[in-house]
């Protein structure tokens, strides 16, 4: 009896863990979508595209976890053996994946700092102020999204190629953060203080973090899957008694 209630409660867990695959799976998906259009709008700031690796596995894995979801809930309902077998070993795999997504993860966030720091003067420097240099089309963006102002801070444009060939004493108006403000260092007030550089890497760290917190935590869920799929698996191969009870016969 208390065998049949461990298997019972087991599937019970186990169906409702299915359900919660297919939900993640969705949420993975979204995740990593996001890791990319975000990734896009700065992807002058770093020249690794190694660097979306772990966006990429998260994607493959939640397209996984959809198919994990649909076996298992039919392994359990019909409390396959071999169903259930698949359903174990591939979580196995998918939650092996999900361990090396959470270090390619770490190992990724650690040099974002680096990348940035060698390409941000580069794009900077490329700067031209107009709307079909995609170098600029970056540089404004960044500066009214995060509020900054070059790279360390406004006075950073000085040194730039498009300020010495405007000679207006001024930086872009993505800088400023008033309206009527037209950029000019004599009113530095109506300008972002801020320095773009560490706000570009802080976004890229945060955007990295949630990849690896999303995989840390589908990858505790189908730890907890994998462990109720393996007591349903063990109660059946030890127990000749529920074997005979769930194909129909009788206990002498």
Not at 212 to 233: D, E, N, Y
């Amino acid at each position: 009896m208390m065998g049949q209630c461990g298997i019972t409660s087991s599937k019970t867990v186990l169906v409702f863990l299915n359900l919660i695959f297919w939900a993640a799976a969705g949420i993975l998906c979204y995740v990593g979508a996001y890791v990319f259009i975000t990734y896009d709008d700065y992807d002058h700031f770093f020249e690794d595209v190694y660097t979306l690796i772990p966006a990429v596995i998260i994607i493959a894995v939640g397209a996984l976890l959809f198919l994990i979801g649909l076996i298992g809930c039919c392994a359990t309902v019909r409390e396959s053996h071999c169903g259930l077998t698949t359903f174990v070993v591939i979580l196995l795999l998918v939650f092996m994946t999900e361990v090396a997504v959470v270090v390619l993860g770490y190992v990724y966030r650690a040099k974002v700092e680096d990348e940035v720091n060698t390409s941000i003067m580069k794009v900077y420097d490329e700067y031209n102020g107009t709307n079909s240099n995609a170098q600029s089309r970056a540089i404004d963006y960044i500066q009214r999204q995060l509020q900054c102002c070059g790279i360390h801070n406004f006075s950073d444009w000085r040194h730039t190629h498009w300020y010495k060939e405007s000679k207006n004493n001024s930086v872009p108006i993505s800088c400023c953060k008033i309206a009527g403000c037209t950029g000019s260092l004599t009113h530095p007030e109506d300008l972002y203080q801020e320095g773009c550089e560490a706000l570009v890497v802080k976004k890229l760290q945060e955007i990295m973090m949630y990849v690896i917190w999303t995989a840390l935590t589908f990858a505790a869920i189908q730890m907890l899957g994998m462990l109720c799929a393996c007591v349903v698996l063990c109660r059946r191969s030890r127990d000749p008694a529920y074997e005979l009870l769930i194909s129909g016969g009788t206990i002498a």
